[in-house]
């Protein structure tokens, strides 16, 4: 098992940047393949970013790719997102999820949140016009 702790949200104009950060204990975090996925009030949760166990290969969401950077840190047990040129369709709630084994197998099973085992609370990006 895992806890996962997003912190970083807030509220930030557009054009602006911001990082993300999610905390992960219990049961250390290279276990995980790791993820961020946003989400809006009457709005399926959306995928942000994907990232291996190692760290090695990342993926996007069409919407942030070329402004937004996932990492790790398995020493710290930490995931990033690193948010730039942020506008207000970014505002959302950013939750930062968990999945074990057995481990995706392609690219697509890393873009569906049913695919992940553990989620965190969830952190608020605000970013005003």
């Known amino acids: 098992q895992v806890q996962l702790v997003e912190s970083g949200g807030g509220l930030v104009q557009a054009g602006g940047s911001l990082r993300l950060s999610c905390a992960a204990s219990g049961r250390t975090a290279s276990y995980y393949a790791m993820a961020w996925f946003r989400q809006v009030p009457g709005k399926e949760r959306e995928f942000v970013g994907g990232i291996s166990r190692s760290g090695g290969n990342t993926y996007y969401g069409d919407p942030v790719k070329g402004r937004f950077t996932i990492s790790r840190d398995n020493a710290k047990n930490t995931l990033y997102l690193q948010m730039s040129s942020l506008n207000p369709d970014d505002t959302a709630v950013y939750y930062c999820?968990?999945?074990?084994?057995?481990?995706?197998?392609?690219?697509?099973?890393?873009?569906?949140?049913?695919?992940?085992?553990?989620w965190g609370q969830g952190t608020q990006v605000t970013v005003s016009s």
């Open positions: 999820a968990a999945k074990g084994p057995p481990y995706f197998s392609d690219t697509y099973s890393y873009t569906k949140s049913q695919g992940y085992d553990y």
